[in-house]
Structure formats: structure tokens, C-alpha cells
């Protein structure tokens, strides 16, 4: 249904020319990207189209592309119902994800064949890298992407195991139209979910503009329940004359949003395209249980609301320019996110001896990001072809306890200690960061088969950042305010990459290729509070780590494109990884470059299409991680897997469309999802789990009618362990429990 204003220096240079065009959209090169293959509109042939993608900084068929990936279309994602990232992540192999720090806002991560921590993986919306603890909802996307490896070279740091980039729909030139959509559901032992959103496309100025919007209101409903138990809280002592009660369905939460995206053909090569995407997301409480995954239950001695708010804008302007021998492409972002948790910070001050007084943790944090990035993406005559550009980025971020956080001026805690009104503890944190990079990538077609590709990455990294840690605490320690020092770190590299293109023939793509990955180091801002309470040798700031890998994989079509097979094998080296190994107490800590680990793993997946309007599809990632050398930690070991990693991820899908004889179409899907067993950030086992889900209904010429059935088995899976706000106080992420409900989709 979309059209394109212009096409100018963007497709790929070279393509494979296959028999049936649907087979770059079924044969993909890990299963993840298998349901985004089949679920492409139907040819009058009964065949599927291909989808299309820009990995490589071009669009090409995601089939072409000598790199390992998966790919949802907006298809496929409203076919299996996905609204947010865990709807999708669980459905690519050797995709990993939890939560592996404190609060809830800023702590969610993923993971990308197995290379796990903070910055190891990307996220990013359109050109932008956005922070991997985002969670935007997916429900105006024209794709999801989800490319395996390191990515340096194109898309720049923190992408040494992957990224994930959503690419938001564009406005279409060619015509009116538009959807509403609603669902409605129960969740097992908890409340109703509620889902509305909308979009419009209009054409302007006869065609040579078009302006596309959305909008949309998501309530989950809430599971958890807290138990308030002034007898036996989790902190020792209370109150023993106060009675237990239960507040039901705390971790209800709220997400509003939209986006709004301007295409204008300035001229026959000239694109221009400002936009805007908004997304709130309010929350009664975290999906975090103590102990057991089985009892959605939180026992605590007061009930204090643990609310939480994530809000974020990202303003674009994007510039395309047609040139004979391409295009040139640049993208202009401004992001700003603020966050805050709200939380029972009554553990943190156990050691006083005062369970009794209510105590409220607030985390808050603001960041704006500017992100530049300008590039020339060739279409040679020949066959040299070659995108090169440049990126710019800074970053201003504040972020920790406030003074109203742990202690509000007039409790118990205040009168009995005399704190005049100020906090137990506060903390500021200010940062600002620059990267500069120079990125290019080139193929040369060495014959009508083999091509050579080269490319790589340099960058430099500049970072400042200031620290003052406040509050009574601190006169406890005689020391008063801590201003820690003012830090900076400043490194600069190149990141190269290689790789080797086959096309024996048609039906087979077969590639090679090394590429080195890179996080940037960073600043421990905590080290002048560390050594106070004793920890002595804390470094101001660790290095950035790196890593090498190497992947192999083959594209296939077998038996008259009537079934597709797809392997990438893939071995990664991690030098001086990074991770928070120093404990300082009270929720003081440090990271270091502790070591050496590796990663060696596959992604096999096979698609077989019996017929009209029915696939089978199964997938299955494998990835070993260990740890080789522990370097000075104490926390990890030699042989040690690393954290949060299934070894086994795997996906069966089938999908099936037909008509009844009286010209009725219906269809049907089921999903089963796979996720081996690993170990948490504190080293807790995680047991594996498994993920089913149904989903029925009937098309009508304009609507969409349908009844969904989400973990139909009920699994209870411990999906993190993290820390709350408060220091020492574990608890465990949980999934939703079974849902049911009814979805409706009108086209206009």
C-alpha cells in the first residue's frame, strides 16, 4: 500500500536474481527473521514478496545481505500481536535480554550472542542510537531489524555484539488511508489489559508531500500483589501491633504516544523529512517479585507506592540528495529522555535499626542527545560500490537520588536524628560526552560471483563527568558532602572489517567475514565515596574493551524454493571486558577491565511453504560463553559462563490462511518459544522456559477480527534478578501469566 516520493542512491548495488522473487522475504538467515519472511502479502501466484532492508546503509533484500539478521515487517508484528520488545525479542534466536542493574527505567538490557553488559548491544530508531533501556512500542514500525555481530563499522560504538533498529513507517505520496485498532484482555490472576491506536496517511500538494501520523494508549494490566505485613517484614522488627493487609495489582502501567513524519519532494532529487516520535510510560510498580516466580507476591513492612515514569522525545530531520553517482544522506536528531522510580528504600537504612520509619527511594534521570550523521551511499556504474560518511554525537546526562529521595524533612527518622530537614542521601551525577567517527565500507565484484568487501570505523571519545554525593549519611562518617573530582577520559581507535561474498548460483549466497567490535570506556564516579568507606584503589575510570569475530553462513533455496535452509556459525574473542565487580557497600561500586571471555555459537533456521497460505517455520540459536581468564576479579572465574545467556533459544511457527467454501477467509497461528536456562548478574540459576501462543480469526474486506491466546501453558519464567534502588534488596522479573482477548483491526 506505500509508495515512495523519490529513488535516488538507495537500493543495492548488487542483487541476486532468483527464480521466485518471494525467496529473499522466506530465507532468512536466522529464524527470528524467518516469521518476518512469511508473513508478506500474497501474490496472486499464492507466492510471498520479498522485504526489503538497509543494514548495510542501502536498501537491498534482506536475503542479499552477507551478514547474519532477522527482520520483522509491521505484518508480521501485528501478526503475532507485538507491541513491545519482549513480544518479538523471544522470537530471534541467540537474543537474550533482562534486567542487570538497579531501578527499573534504566536497567533493562539485551544481549546479542552472548555478549552481555551495559553498551555491549545497540538500539536504535531510524539513524539514531537511542539507550538500550528504551522499550518503544512497536506499533507504527515499517520494520524491525536485528543484526548479529559487530556492527562498528557502520553504525558505530556499542554494537560490538549487535543492534536492534526499528524503522519507523514514512509518509506515502500515493494515497489516503489509515487504521484503527483495539484489543481487549485478561490476565490469569490479575486485571484487564486495554489497547487503542490509530494512523492516518494524507497526501499534500499534489503528491509532491505526504503526511503520515499515529497515536496510541496501552494499558497492561497489573499481576503482583504487596503484602504489607508490619510483623514479619523482610527488614526485621516492626510493629507488632499493626494488622497485615494486601494491595492488589501494583504493577499496572500506562504507555502514551505518537509520531508524526513530514515527506516533502523539494525538487526531482531532494528529500526532506522532519519528524517526531513521543512515547510515556507510567508505571504503579515493577514486575518484580521476592524469591519464587510461582508467587507474584512483594512482602514489605509499609505500603509506600513504588511508581515509576519513563518519557522521552526524539525530533528528526532528514536529507536525502540525489547525485548521478548516488546520494548523499544526512540525519539530524535531537533525543531527550527524563526517568524516575519511586521505591521502598526502607532496606537501605536496616542497619539503623529504625524498620519502622517509611522510607521513599527516588532515582531520576535526564539526558539529551544530538546525533549527526551524514553519508554517501554510491551506485556506480561497475564494480566498485562504496558508503562512507561521518557521525558526530554528544550527550549531557544528569541522574541520581535527589535530596527529597530516602528521607522526607518532618518523619520519624528526621526528628529522631536531628537531620534538620535534609536527606539520609542524595546524589548528583553530571555527565557530558562527545564521539566523533569516520566510517566507510566498499565492495569490489572480483568476478560475476566473488566480491571483497572492506571497511571500518575510527572514532574518538571525549568524557567529563563530576560526581557529589550528600546527605546525613555521610555525617555518620565524619566526612560531610563529598564532591567527588571532576574526571575525564579521552580515547580514540580504528575498527576494521572484512568479508567475502560467493554467489555460485542463484539459489545460494554464501559469506565470510571478521569485524572488530568496541565499547567506550568510561568514568567511576564513585571512587572518591569508595575510598571513604574504606575501599582503597579504586580506578577513576576503566578502559574500553574489544573483540574479534568471525562468522560463516549460507543462504539456501532447496527444492524449487519450496523450502529454505540458512546456517551462520559465528566464534567471538572479548578482551579487557568490563564489569561492576567492586563493592564499596552501601550501593557503592566500581567497574574494571577484569578479563578475557569467548563466545561460539550457530543460527539454523529451515522454512517450508506446502502450499497456498501455509508456512512452517523453525529456528534454533546456540551460543557457549565462559570466561577465560578472570583476570584480578575475585566475583568471576576461569571456565565461568557469562550472565543472563541461554545456551539454547529456539522457535517454531506455523501460520495458516485459507477461505471457506462460502468465500469466508480465515487464519490461524501458533507460536512456540524457547529459552534455555543461564545464570543471572548475581549468579542465581535462571530455569529455561517456554512460550506458547495462539492466535485465530477471520478477515473481512476491510477488518480484521481476532482472538488471542498469549503463554497458554501459564509459564512462570524468572527473567532477572535485579537490585531495587535499595542496596542489597533481590528480587526477581517476572512474565506475564496467561492472557486472553480479543483484537480488532479496521483499514480505511
Given at each position: 500500500?506505500?509508495?515512495?516520493?523519490r529513488?535516488?542512491?538507495?537500493t543495492?548495488?548488487?542483487t541476486?536474481?532468483r527464480?521466485?522473487a518471494?525467496?529473499?522475504?522466506?530465507?532468512l538467515v536466522?529464524?527470528?527473521?524467518?516469521?518476518g519472511?512469511?508473513?508478506?502479502?500474497?501474490?496472486?501466484?499464492?507466492?510471498?514478496?520479498?522485504?526489503l532492508?538497509?543494514?548495510?546503509?542501502?536498501?537491498s533484500a534482506i536475503?542479499d545481505?552477507?551478514i547474519?539478521?532477522?527482520?520483522?515487517?509491521?505484518?508480521?508484528?501485528i501478526?503475532?500481536?507485538?507491541?513491545?520488545f519482549?513480544?518479538?525479542?523471544?522470537?530471534v534466536p541467540?537474543?537474550?535480554?533482562?534486567f542487570?542493574?538497579?531501578?527499573?527505567?534504566?536497567?533493562r538490557q539485551?544481549q546479542v550472542?552472548?555478549?552481555?553488559?551495559?553498551s555491549?548491544?545497540?538500539?536504535?530508531?531510524?539513524d539514531?542510537?537511542v539507550?538500550?533501556?528504551?522499550?518503544?512500542?512497536v506499533?507504527?514500525?515499517?520494520r524491525?531489524?536485528?543484526?548479529?555481530?559487530?556492527?562498528?563499522s557502520?553504525f558505530?560504538?556499542?554494537?560490538m555484539g549487535?543492534?536492534?533498529r526499528?524503522?519507523t513507517?514514512?509518509?506515502?505520496?500515493?494515497?489516503?488511508?489509515?487504521s484503527?485498532h483495539?484489543?481487549a484482555?485478561?490476565v490469569?490472576?490479575?486485571g484487564?489489559?486495554y489497547?487503542?491506536?490509530?494512523s492516518?496517511n494524507?497526501p499534500?500538494?499534489d503528491g509532491?508531500?505526504?503526511?503520515r501520523g499515529?497515536a496510541?494508549y496501552v494499558?497492561?494490566?497489573?499481576?503482583?500483589?504487596?503484602?504489607?505485613?508490619p510483623?514479619?517484614?523482610?527488614v526485621?522488627?516492626?510493629?507488632p501491633s499493626?494488622?497485615?493487609?494486601t494491595s492488589?495489582?501494583?504493577?499496572?502501567?500506562?504507555?502514551?504516544g505518537?509520531q508524526?513524519s513530514?515527506?516533502v519532494?523539494?525538487?526531482d532529487?531532494?528529500?526532506?523529512?522532519?519528524?517526531v516520535i513521543y512515547?510515556?510510560?507510567?508505571?504503579d510498580?515493577p514486575?518484580?517479585v521476592?524469591?519464587?516466580?510461582?508467587n507474584?507476591?512483594?512482602?514489605?513492612?509499609?505500603?509506600?507506592?513504588e511508581?515509576?515514569?519513563?518519557?522521552?522525545?526524539?525530533?528528526?530531520?532528514d536529507?536525502e540528495?540525489g547525485l548521478e553517482?548516488?546520494?548523499i544522506?544526512?540525519?539530524?536528531?535531537?533525543?531527550?529522555?527524563?526517568?524516575?522510580d519511586?521505591e521502598?528504600?526502607?532496606q537501605a537504612?536496616?542497619f539503623?535499626?529504625?524498620?519502622?520509619?517509611?522510607?521513599?527511594t527516588?532515582?531520576a534521570?535526564?539526558?539529551d542527545?544530538v546525533?549527526?550523521?551524514?553519508?554517501f551511499?554510491?551506485?556506480?556504474?561497475?564494480?566498485?560500490?562504496?558508503?562512507?560518511g561521518?557521525?558526530?554525537?554528544?550527550v549531557?546526562l544528569?541522574?541520581?537520588?535527589?535530596p527529597?529521595?530516602?528521607?522526607?524533612?518532618?518523619?520519624?527518622?528526621d526528628?529522631f536524628?536531628?537531620?534538620g530537614?535534609?536527606?539520609?542521601?542524595?546524589?548528583?551525577?553530571e555527565?557530558?560526552s562527545?564521539?566523533?567517527?569516520l566510517f566507510?565500507?566498499?565492495?569490489y565484484?572480483?568476478?560475476d560471483?566473488?566480491?571483497?568487501?572492506?571497511?571500518?570505523?575510527?572514532f574518538?571519545?571525549?568524557?567529563?563527568?563530576s560526581?557529589?554525593?550528600?546527605g546525613?549519611?555521610?555525617?555518620l562518617?565524619?566526612?560531610?558532602?563529598?564532591a567527588?573530582?571532576?574526571l575525564?577520559l579521552s580515547?580514540?581507535g580504528?575498527?576494521?572489517?572484512?568479508?567475502?561474498?560467493w554467489?555460485?548460483n542463484?539459489?545460494v549466497n554464501v559469506?565470510a567475514?571478521?569485524?572488530k567490535?568496541?565499547?567506550p570506556?568510561g568514568?567511576?564516579?564513585?571512587?572518591t565515596?569508595?575510598e571513604?568507606?574504606?575501599?582503597?584503589n579504586?580506578p577513576?575510570?576503566?578502559?574500553?574493551?574489544?573483540l574479534?569475530?568471525?562468522?560463516?553462513?549460507?543462504?539456501?533455496?532447496l527444492a524449487d524454493?519450496?523450502?529454505?535452509?540458512?546456517v551462520?556459525?559465528f566464534?567471538?574473542?572479548?578482551?579487557?571486558?568490563?564489569?561492576p565487580?567492586?563493592?564499596?557497600?552501601?550501593g557503592?561500586?566500581a567497574?574494571e577491565?577484569t578479563?578475557?571471555?569467548?563466545?561460539r555459537?550457530?543460527?539454523?533456521?529451515v522454512?517450508l511453504?506446502?502450499?497456498a497460505?501455509?508456512t512452517v517455520?523453525?529456528?534454533?540459536?546456540?551460543?557457549?560463553?565462559k570466561?577465560?581468564?578472570?583476570?584480578?576479579?575475585?566475583?568471576?572465574a576461569?571456565?565461568d559462563?557469562?550472565?543472563?545467556?541461554?545456551?539454547?533459544?529456539?522457535?517454531?511457527?506455523v501460520?495458516h490462511?485459507f477461505?471457506?467454501?462460502?468465500g469466508?477467509?480465515l487464519?490461524?497461528?501458533?507460536?512456540y518459544?524457547y529459552?534455555?536456562?543461564s545464570?543471572?548478574?548475581s549468579?542465581l540459576?535462571?530455569?529455561?522456559?517456554?512460550l506458547?501462543?495462539?492466535r485465530?480469526g477471520?478477515?473481512?474486506?476491510?477488518?480484521?477480527i481476532?482472538?488471542?491466546?498469549?503463554?497458554?501453558t501459564?509459564?512462570?519464567?524468572?527473567?532477572?534478578?535485579?537490585n531495587?534502588?535499595?542496596?542489597?534488596?533481590n528480587?526477581l522479573?517476572?512474565?506475564?501469566?496467561?492472557?486472553?482477548?480479543?483484537?480488532?483491526?479496521?483499514?480505511f
Amino acid at each position: 500500500m506505500t509508495g515512495k516520493f523519490r529513488s535516488i542512491g538507495a537500493t543495492s548495488a548488487r542483487t541476486l536474481t532468483r527464480p521466485a522473487a518471494w525467496l529473499s522475504a522466506v530465507a532468512l538467515v536466522a529464524f527470528g527473521g524467518v516469521q518476518g519472511a512469511y508473513a508478506e502479502e500474497e501474490t496472486d501466484a499464492g507466492v510471498l514478496e520479498e522485504i526489503l532492508v538497509t543494514a548495510t546503509k542501502r536498501e537491498s533484500a534482506i536475503q542479499d545481505v552477507p551478514i547474519s539478521m532477522a527482520a520483522f515487517t509491521q505484518e508480521d508484528l501485528i501478526e503475532m500481536g507485538a507491541v513491545e520488545f519482549a513480544d518479538y525479542a523471544t522470537a530471534v534466536p541467540n537474543l537474550s535480554f533482562g534486567f542487570s542493574g538497579e531501578g527499573r527505567q534504566t536497567s533493562r538490557q539485551f544481549q546479542v550472542r552472548g555478549i552481555f553488559g551495559a553498551s555491549t548491544s545497540a538500539l536504535y530508531i531510524n539513524d539514531t542510537p537511542v539507550p538500550i533501556t528504551m522499550d518503544p512500542r512497536v506499533l507504527d514500525v515499517e520494520r524491525v531489524e536485528v543484526l548479529r555481530g559487530p556492527q562498528g563499522s557502520l553504525f558505530g560504538s556499542r554494537s560490538m555484539g549487535g543492534l536492534v533498529r526499528l524503522v519507523t513507517r514514512q509518509p506515502d505520496p500515493e494515497e489516503s488511508y489509515g487504521s484503527l485498532h483495539a484489543r481487549a484482555g485478561t490476565v490469569k490472576d490479575g486485571g484487564e489489559d486495554y489497547l487503542v491506536d490509530g494512523s492516518f496517511n494524507i497526501p499534500l500538494a499534489d503528491g509532491k508531500a505526504a503526511l503520515r501520523g499515529s497515536a496510541y494508549y496501552v494499558a497492561d494490566a497489573g499481576f503482583i500483589d504487596r503484602l504489607v505485613d508490619p510483623d514479619n517484614s523482610i527488614v526485621g522488627g516492626g510493629d507488632p501491633s499493626g494488622d497485615e493487609y494486601t494491595s492488589s495489582e501494583i504493577n499496572e502501567d500506562r504507555t502514551t504516544g505518537f509520531q508524526l513524519s513530514l515527506g516533502v519532494q523539494a525538487s526531482d532529487n531532494v528529500y526532506i523529512n522532519p519528524g517526531v516520535i513521543y512515547q510515556k510510560f507510567e508505571s504503579d510498580g515493577p514486575a518484580f517479585v521476592d524469591n519464587e516466580i510461582d508467587n507474584f507476591v512483594k512482602v514489605r513492612q509499609h505500603n509506600l507506592d513504588e511508581t515509576g515514569e519513563d518519557e522521552y522525545y526524539l525530533l528528526s530531520l532528514d536529507l536525502e540528495i540525489g547525485l548521478e553517482a548516488g546520494a548523499i544522506l544526512s540525519s539530524t536528531t535531537f533525543f531527550n529522555r527524563e526517568t524516575e522510580d519511586l521505591e521502598d528504600g526502607t532496606q537501605a537504612i536496616a542497619f539503623l535499626g529504625l524498620a519502622t520509619v517509611p522510607v521513599r527511594t527516588i532515582e531520576a534521570g535526564d539526558s539529551d542527545r544530538v546525533t549527526q550523521e551524514i553519508r554517501f551511499v554510491s551506485e556506480f556504474d561497475g564494480p566498485f560500490q562504496l558508503v562512507a560518511g561521518g557521525f558526530y554525537q554528544s550527550v549531557e546526562l544528569d541522574g541520581g537520588f535527589p535530596p527529597e529521595s530516602f528521607v522526607e524533612p518532618g518523619t520519624a527518622m528526621d526528628l529522631f536524628f536531628g537531620f534538620g530537614g535534609r536527606s539520609f542521601f542524595s546524589l548528583l551525577v553530571e555527565s557530558e560526552s562527545e564521539e566523533i567517527g569516520l566510517f566507510g565500507e566498499a565492495s569490489y565484484d572480483l568476478n560475476d560471483q566473488l566480491t571483497f568487501i572492506a571497511g571500518g570505523r575510527w572514532f574518538d571519545i571525549e568524557v567529563e563527568s563530576s560526581r557529589k554525593d550528600g546527605g546525613a549519611l555521610f555525617d555518620l562518617y565524619g566526612t560531610g558532602e563529598i564532591a567527588g573530582a571532576e574526571l575525564s577520559l579521552s580515547e580514540d581507535g580504528f575498527n576494521p572489517r572484512v568479508g567475502l561474498q560467493w554467489l555460485p548460483n542463484s539459489d545460494v549466497n554464501v559469506y565470510a567475514n571478521a569485524a572488530k567490535g568496541y565499547r567506550p570506556g568510561g568514568i567511576n564516579s564513585a571512587a572518591t565515596a569508595c575510598e571513604i568507606l574504606g575501599v582503597t584503589n579504586v580506578p577513576s575510570s576503566y578502559d574500553s574493551d574489544d573483540l574479534w569475530s568471525y562468522e560463516v553462513g549460507v543462504k539456501t533455496g532447496l527444492a524449487d524454493n519450496r523450502v529454505t535452509l540458512n546456517v551462520a556459525a559465528f566464534t567471538m574473542d572479548w578482551n579487557d571486558f568490563r564489569s561492576p565487580t567492586i563493592n564499596c557497600g552501601l550501593g557503592f561500586g566500581a567497574s574494571e577491565n577484569t578479563g578475557e571471555a569467548e563466545s561460539r555459537g550457530f543460527e539454523v533456521d529451515v522454512v517450508l511453504t506446502p502450499g497456498a497460505g501455509f508456512t512452517v517455520a523453525a529456528g534454533v540459536g546456540y551460543t557457549n560463553t565462559k570466561i577465560t581468564d578472570a583476570g584480578a576479579a575475585t566475583s568471576i572465574a576461569e571456565g565461568d559462563p557469562l550472565p543472563n545467556v541461554p545456551e539454547w533459544t529456539a522457535v517454531v511457527t506455523v501460520n495458516h490462511d485459507f477461505r471457506l467454501n462460502n468465500g469466508l477467509d480465515l487464519f490461524w497461528r501458533a507460536d512456540y518459544r524457547y529459552i534455555d536456562s543461564s545464570v543471572s548478574r548475581s549468579g542465581l540459576h535462571r530455569p529455561a522456559y517456554r512460550l506458547v501462543n495462539l492466535r485465530g480469526g477471520v478477515r473481512l474486506d476491510r477488518m480484521d477480527i481476532a482472538v488471542y491466546l498469549e503463554n497458554v501453558t501459564n509459564e512462570h519464567a524468572n527473567l532477572a534478578d535485579p537490585n531495587e534502588l535499595s542496596d542489597g534488596l533481590n528480587l526477581l522479573a517476572v512474565n506475564r501469566p496467561f492472557t486472553a482477548g480479543v483484537d480488532l483491526r479496521y483499514r480505511f
